[in-house]
């Protein structure tokens, strides 16, 4: 879709298997941001075990960041705010011969919201519901 490589600002994770390989998920990650496009279609996050009780920890006490690490390519921090709110850092990386793309990008996400966005990456880890922010 043309499209979304337009829209400022956007970024979509989704969840997908390679069947008959590993029972381990990849993930493929799209960022948008300010006009620079990132597409990694092999991401393996570290720790998905133990994600799930970080989110619970994190919803419930907001006072330490979360790291989803998908290694030298994409990582995405959840940065707890002084308002009740957060800020999303996602990094990504593209090498691209003979030149590298190197994105750092913020989103920023109110505090009445944040319940309903760890849902989502909880959802996108475990059930494999597409994240867009």
Not at 48 to 57: C, G, S, V
Not at 107 to 115: A, H, K, L, P
Request: aromatic fraction near 10%; proline fraction near 2%.
């Amino acid at each position: 879709n043309k499209t979304w490589m337009y829209m400022k600002n956007k970024m979509t994770i989704k969840r997908e298997f390679y069947q008959d390989v590993t029972s381990t998920p990849h993930f493929i990650t799209q960022i948008n941001y300010e006009g620079c496009y990132i597409e990694h279609d092999d991401i393996y996050f570290d720790n998905l075990n133990n994600i799930d009780a970080e989110l619970d920890t994190f919803n419930k006490t907001r006072i330490k960041s979360i790291i989803i690490d998908g290694g030298q390519r994409f990582r995405l921090t959840i940065i707890p705010t002084n308002n009740g709110g957060i800020k999303l850092k996602c990094n990504s990386d593209k090498i691209n011969l003979p030149g590298k793309i190197s994105l750092e990008g913020f989103f920023s996400i109110d505090g009445e919201n944040v319940n309903e966005f760890i849902q989502k990456i909880k959802a996108l880890i475990k059930d494999g519901k597409e994240l867009n922010i």
